[in-house]
């Protein structure tokens, strides 16, 4: 239900932005984000986006990168401004989702986007 691009080889001090949208079959979609998994290391949240616009960073990515989202679209975008070696990963979206079936039940989960590769060479 979601797709990413926008990853690349990008020089340290460069920029990328990263883009994610939810197909049509996704519902509900409530907080979006962004996770990255670097090579032997666990996968970390980079940052989130509320429904409502709030967002969060880990403090490794905060005054470096953006995270915003288009509601009309169930697109979220992330751009990342001077790239360190250390911000290569393999970066996933991902969508939080609540909607009620019909049988009146609440459906939650979490959609997951393929990964993006983002490299930054020294």
């Known amino acids: 239900q979601l797709q990413a691009s926008g990853g690349g080889l990008v020089q340290a001090g460069g920029s990328l932005r990263l883009s994610c949208a939810a197909s049509?079959?996704?519902?509900?979609?409530?907080?979006m984000g962004w996770y990255r998994q670097a090579p032997g290391k666990e996968r970390e949240l980079v940052a989130s986006v509320s429904g409502g616009g709030t967002t969060t960073y880990a403090d490794s990515v905060k005054g470096r990168f953006t995270i915003s989202r288009d509601n009309a679209k169930n697109t979220v975008y992330l751009q990342m401004n001077s790239l360190k070696p250390e911000d290569a990963a393999v970066y996933y979206c991902?969508?939080?989702?609540?909607?009620?079936?019909?049988?009146?039940?609440?459906?939650?989960?979490?959609?997951w986007g393929e990964g993006t590769l983002v490299t930054v060479s020294s």
């Open positions: 991902n969508a939080d989702y609540m909607y009620y079936n019909d049988y009146g039940a609440p459906v939650v989960g979490r959609y």
């Open positions: 049509g079959s996704a519902r509900g979609i409530n907080d």
